[in-house]
């Protein structure tokens, strides 16, 4: 993941006057694909070098609240060389907050991660097929330290749950991303019939998210769309696989 641009935040004035704040998302227009792979590397960046954590403690700091051991070492990190009669922090590495807490910036990024079918013929950028798992495990591993919005227990409640399988049922439907592109590119062909396995995998990986659609095939081929051959072919080796009586029978009690 690449290192956030500061060229690319606009400072503005917040509700106080004498605190500076950033739009995270300056400049970004996050319905496009290629914006949207920027916004998500930079959310991934400041969460993994601990940037909202040294912001969350700041403001706590200021606020009077009470702070954690990583919040108190992260303010031990920073050096103030702000006026002597003001001990603010108004800037960390040159750049002043985010405008908005990272849970509200991520909760923009997620839901444009999702393509409604999947077409497995189509062309994705990177942030549609890896944009969420990557989102994910960094959200499991480095904002459990964050403070989260009410209701939330975990990092990841910070999304709703529909949205959460959606996604990851279309982390599962990569193993057949790229059926239909080109000629070699077919369950036709012995070497591509390992996709399925990886599909089924991919599927017993993320059974409760099968069980919360109560999936079927049929369910599963209105969600992802397969050129007519290879969805035939798909429709053959699945049940044979998993010892569907046919189409109609709930995935999840064979995975």
């Known amino acids: 993941m690449s290192k956030r641009n500061p060229q690319r935040a606009a400072n503005k004035r917040s509700l106080d006057a004498d605190v500076p704040t950033h739009d995270y998302f300056e400049h970004l227009n996050l319905d496009d694909p290629g914006d949207l792979?920027?916004?998500?590397?930079?959310?991934?960046?400041?969460?993994?070098?601990?940037?909202?954590l040294t912001w969350e403690a700041v403001v706590r700091q200021e606020q009077g609240q009470p702070l954690t051991?990583?919040?108190k070492r992260a303010l031990s990190e920073l050096i103030n060389f702000g006026d002597q009669d003001d001990d603010r922090i108004l800037d960390i590495d040159e750049m002043p907050r985010p405008s908005e807490p990272w849970y509200e910036l991520a909760r923009k990024i997620a839901p444009r991660l999702l393509q409604e079918p999947f077409l497995t013929d189509a062309l994705y950028y990177d942030v549609t097929l890896e944009g969420w798992p990557a989102l994910a495990e960094c959200l499991?591993?480095?904002?459990?330290?964050?403070?989260?919005?009410?209701?939330?227990?975990?990092?990841?409640?910070?999304?709703?749950v529909d949205l959460q399988h959606r996604l990851?049922?279309?982390?599962?439907?990569?193993?057949?991303?790229?059926?239909g592109q080109d000629d070699e590119l077919t369950l036709a062909l012995t070497e591509q019939q390992d996709r399925v396995e990886w599909f089924i995998n991919s599927l017993k990986e993320h059974k409760d998210t099968v069980q919360y659609f109560d999936l079927t095939l049929d369910d599963v081929l209105t969600r992802?769309?397969?050129?007519?051959?290879?969805r035939a072919i798909l429709v053959e080796m699945m049940p044979k696989e998993l010892g569907l009586a046919s189409p109609q029978d709930h995935l999840a009690k064979f995975l």
Do not use: M, Y
């Not at 989260?148 to 990841?156: D, I, K, R, S």
């Open 168 to 179: 990851w049922l279309q982390d599962c439907f990569d193993a057949l991303h790229g059926l």
């Open 37 to 52: 792979g920027e916004a998500l590397d930079n959310l991934i960046h400041d969460l993994e070098t601990g940037h909202f």
């Open 224 to 230: 992802v769309i397969l050129p007519p051959k290879d």
């Open 140 to 160: 499991q591993e480095h904002a459990r330290a964050l403070s989260l919005p009410e209701g939330a227990q975990a990092p990841l409640d910070i999304f709703p």
């Open 69 to 71: 051991r990583k919040h």
